[in-house]
């Protein structure tokens, strides 16, 4: 059974990752650039790295993601998502280590929609008695 790559999809808030996985060295690419220029901050890298960390696959795969909608952390979180569901595609053997780690379970969480007759979700305006 030889397949070219090895898919997942990820997502958080509004954002949305379509991962592949290609037999490779380690390379990171994301919407056509590398993971270093696309999320800067080093925390953001490292959530992105930990399925891969924790399944001591970093330097087997090139990965090459598209991501769309939402933040640059939710971006991350989808991202981490995607190459988890992806490794599973590989190797459903890894599944247990990750399902711990809480990989595979879709962050559910969104903003609460702003509700009519107040200022927001939950605030209302302020209240004058007299």
């Known amino acids: 059974m030889s397949q070219d790559f090895y898919y997942?999809?990820?997502?958080?808030?509004?954002a949305i990752a379509r991962t592949r996985l290609y037999e490779g060295s380690g390379k990171i690419e994301i919407n056509g650039r590398p993971e270093e220029d696309y999320f800067p901050r080093e925390t953001l890298q490292m959530v992105l790295r930990q399925p891969l960390r924790l399944t001591n696959s970093l330097d087997k795969f090139d990965i090459k993601i598209t991501v769309e909608g939402g933040g640059l952390s939710g971006q991350a979180?989808?991202?981490r998502h995607g190459i988890s569901r992806a490794l599973i595609d590989f190797d459903p053997d890894l599944r247990p280590a990750l399902k711990k780690a809480g990989m595979l379970t879709r962050d559910a969480r969104a903003k609460e929609r702003k509700k009519y007759g107040r200022r927001g979700a939950r605030a209302s305006f302020q209240y004058s008695k007299r």
């Open 8 to 14: 997942g999809t990820g997502r958080r808030k509004n």
């Open 77 to 79: 979180q989808a991202v």
